[in-house]
DNA sequence: GGACTAGACTAACGCCCGTTAGTTAAGTGT
DNA sequence: ACACTTAACTAACGGGCGTTAGTCTAGTCC
């Protein structure tokens, strides 16, 4: 008799990874009680401690897991392309992974960028070494292309910063059924981004 | 026999207000309390109440003032231009304007930028529409450009946002002791800002 | 100098928080 | 059949929360 697909990660722990996530986007960490959470799944408060040790061991988990999402769609739109791509090439698709993710995933996407303070102190730390290893990723390819010509920029650090924030800052207006889709989204935000890189020093 | 300067509004008051902005901005106003704000003024929690009504007007209180002044700002960039200043004019003051307030006043920018969701209804409904206000000022001077032939622009709905929020983004890195000064930023961004509008459509 | 006011205080209320202890019922493996 | 494990439950603890009531004291106005 063919054995049953075993359950890998138990369903409930990722019921309330589910419901944590929303609430803890939509409503902030702090003003969001275990008891909150547990009624989301249809349970009580004391069961949650059957799968997480505390509410921070939630935020934590929750966080990781974004922000490898984030680095692993931002390596699989990198992978995508002709290992010699040129930085232009490279730019749009950091930036369209990034505005993607950033549509799509919103809720990941708030909580990276609105409740990492939450976090306790050891894993804040890391929490930003990781943001850090992000931005520098994105940094890595402006410099390239600072070297060879292609871009010009007055400050490659401004310049990163300012492509990154204006793509996150879509998590907090995009709508599915909003006016524009989210190829479009990113298609418009490529267009910006290689402005900001392009643009004559005046 | 001289009178001495009267007192318009309470002093303690105005403590109240700064010690809640700064751990509000920090912390957020769920982690804050009314004892925390109260220990860095040297009084006890009750006293707050001598000033204000509630944890929720001080909130209040101080995002009202924060989008007030954030308008002042504006309007006062705006108002030092020649009346007929060209868009690309305008632009660059709006931008430069809204930089330099995310940088000078990072407690209020973060305040109106991660805290609205705390407000009461009512008073979130008036802070999303002076919020809606202020960015339609910016498509304002957008359209304005691009009916003019000035900018072109494939979207002024996303180039008035993304413009925004790498603006915005400013309240989060800077530092009065960094690398660049607050002029040196603020020029930057309008760059970028003027880069956005004027790239070619591809 | 006596009435009044402003603004601090102490004490406490009722509630909700994250978390723990102990119990129970439903599978699962041999 | 029986031991074992998993994961739900009820009950409760200790503590902190926003807020209120009532008191005291120092200064102000006629």
Redesign the interface.
């Known amino acids: 008799m063919p054995q049953a697909v075993s359950k890998v990660r138990s369903a409930t722990a990722d019921e309330i990874r589910q419901a944590a996530l929303e609430q803890f986007a939509q409503?902030?960490y702090?003003?969001t009680t275990m008891r909150d959470i547990a009624a989301s799944v249809g349970i009580k408060a004391a069961s949650l401690y059957n799968h997480f040790d505390s509410k921070e061991e939630i935020l934590w988990d929750l966080t990781r897991s974004a922000m490898r999402d984030l680095d692993a769609n931002r390596d699989d739109a990198l992978a995508r392309l002709a290992p010699a791509a040129v930085p232009r090439v490279k730019l749009a698709a950091f930036v369209s992974a990034h505005v993607d993710f950033h549509a799509e995933r919103r809720h990941q996407a708030v909580l990276v960028n609105?409740q990492l303070?939450?976090l306790s102190q050891a894993h804040h730390r890391k929490a930003v070494a990781l943001r850090d290893a992000y931005e520098n990723s994105l940094r890595t390819i402006i410099d390239a292309g600072v070297a060879s010509g292609e871009f010009t920029v007055?400050?490659v650090?401004?310049?990163t910063?300012?492509?990154?924030?204006?793509g996150?800052?879509v998590s907090?207006?995009f709508r599915p059924d909003g006016?524009?889709r989210i190829d479009q989204?990113c298609a418009?935000?490529v267009?910006?981004a290689?402005?900001?890189v392009?643009?004559e020093?005046?």
């Not at 910063?161 to 204006?166: N, P, R, T």
């Open positions: 409503s902030g702090e003003a609105s303070g939450s007055s400050d650090q401004v310049a910063l300012a492509i990154l924030q204006m996150t800052g907090f207006w006016r524009l989204v418009e935000y267009k910006l290689l402005a900001i392009r643009h020093i005046q």
